[in-house]
C-alpha cells in the first residue's frame, strides 16, 4: 500500500546543532508540505513542494530549509536548530490540485531542542 | 493573519449525545472546506469535506453544514462515541490552489 513516512519519530538535539527530518511517500504525489504543530497555533506551514527542483516558504519558513531532488522525498533540515523549534513536524503529500486538495499525512516527528 | 479559526479549543460530550464542532473564515474566495481528525502520535487523516456550492454534506455519523454568508462551517457527529475522542481540524482550500489553510484545533472528548 502507498504511505507517507517520517524519520526519526523522536529526536533529542542541542542548540546550535544542524538537524535533518525525513519525509518519503510512495503515493508519486506532485505536492508535499512541511508543518509544524504547536500548542495554540494548530498547524503551520513551514515549506511546501509542487514537484521536483520546486520549493517554495510558508508562514514559518525562518530556520528551515527543504529541497526536492525526486517526487518520493522532501527531507527538512534545520541549520541551526533552537529551543523555539522544539515541536511536533508533520510531513504531507497531495496530487495535483483538483478538488477540495486533501493532504495525507506522514505519522511525524516530535523534536526536542536543548 | 488566521483565515480559518476554531475559537473553542475544548469540547466535552456524553456518548450517544451530539458532538458540534464550530470553525469560522474569513476569505470568500475559499471553494472547499475539510475536516481532518488527529489521534495522540499520529498524523491528522481526512474525515470529510464540503464545496462552497453546498451548504450540506453528510457521511455516515458525520455530517458538515456550511453557512457562506456567515462564514461558518460546522461539522456535527451523532451519536457520539468515545472513539471519536481526538483533535478535529477545520481547513479551506481554494480551487486550482495546492495549499491548505488550517484552524488551531478543537479537542472533542466524548464521555463514555
Known amino acids: 500500500d502507498a504511505e507517507i513516512t517520517q524519520s526519526p519519530r523522536h529526536k533529542i538535539t542541542e542548540t546550535g546543532r544542524q538537524v535533518t527530518l525525513a519525509c518519503h511517500q510512495t503515493?508519486?504525489?506532485?505536492?508535499m508540505f512541511w508543518y509544524r504543530q504547536d500548542l495554540g497555533h494548530g498547524l503551520r506551514l513551514i515549506h511546501y513542494?509542487?514537484?521536483?527542483?520546486?520549493?517554495n516558504k510558508g508562514e514559518v519558513s525562518d530556520g528551515y530549509s527543504v529541497s526536492r531532488s525526486n517526487t518520493e522525498d522532501l527531507p527538512l533540515t534545520l541549520e541551526s536548530a533552537a529551543s523555539s523549534q522544539t515541536s511536533v513536524y508533520f510531513c504531507?503529500?497531495?496530487?495535483?490540485?483538483?478538488?477540495?486538495?486533501?493532504?495525507?499525512f506522514g505519522p511525524g516527528t516530535r523534536l526536542t531542542v536543548l | 493573519d488566521q483565515q480559518v479559526k476554531q475559537n473553542s479549543p475544548s469540547l466535552s460530550v456524553q456518548e450517544g449525545r451530539i458532538s458540534i464542532l464550530n470553525c469560522d473564515y474569513t476569505?470568500?474566495?475559499?471553494?472547499?472546506f475539510l475536516w481532518y481528525k488527529k489521534y495522540p502520535a499520529e498524523g491528522p487523516t481526512f474525515l470529510i469535506s464540503?464545496?462552497?456550492?453546498?451548504d450540506k454534506n453528510e457521511d455516515g455519523r458525520f455530517t458538515v453544514f456550511l453557512n457562506k454568508s456567515a462564514k461558518h462551517l460546522s461539522l456535527h457527529i451523532v451519536p457520539s462515541q468515545p472513539g471519536d475522542s481526538a483533535v478535529y481540524f477545520c481547513a479551506a482550500s481554494r480551487a486550482g490552489a495546492n495549499n491548505l489553510f488550517f484552524g488551531t484545533g478543537t479537542r472533542l472528548t466524548v464521555i463514555p
Open positions: 503515493w508519486n504525489h506532485n505536492n
Open positions: 513542494s509542487y514537484g521536483v527542483q520546486d520549493t
Open positions: 476569505n470568500s474566495m475559499f471553494d472547499y
Open positions: 464540503i464545496s462552497s456550492i453546498k
Open positions: 504531507a503529500s497531495s496530487p495535483l490540485a483538483g478538488g477540495p486538495n486533501e493532504q495525507f
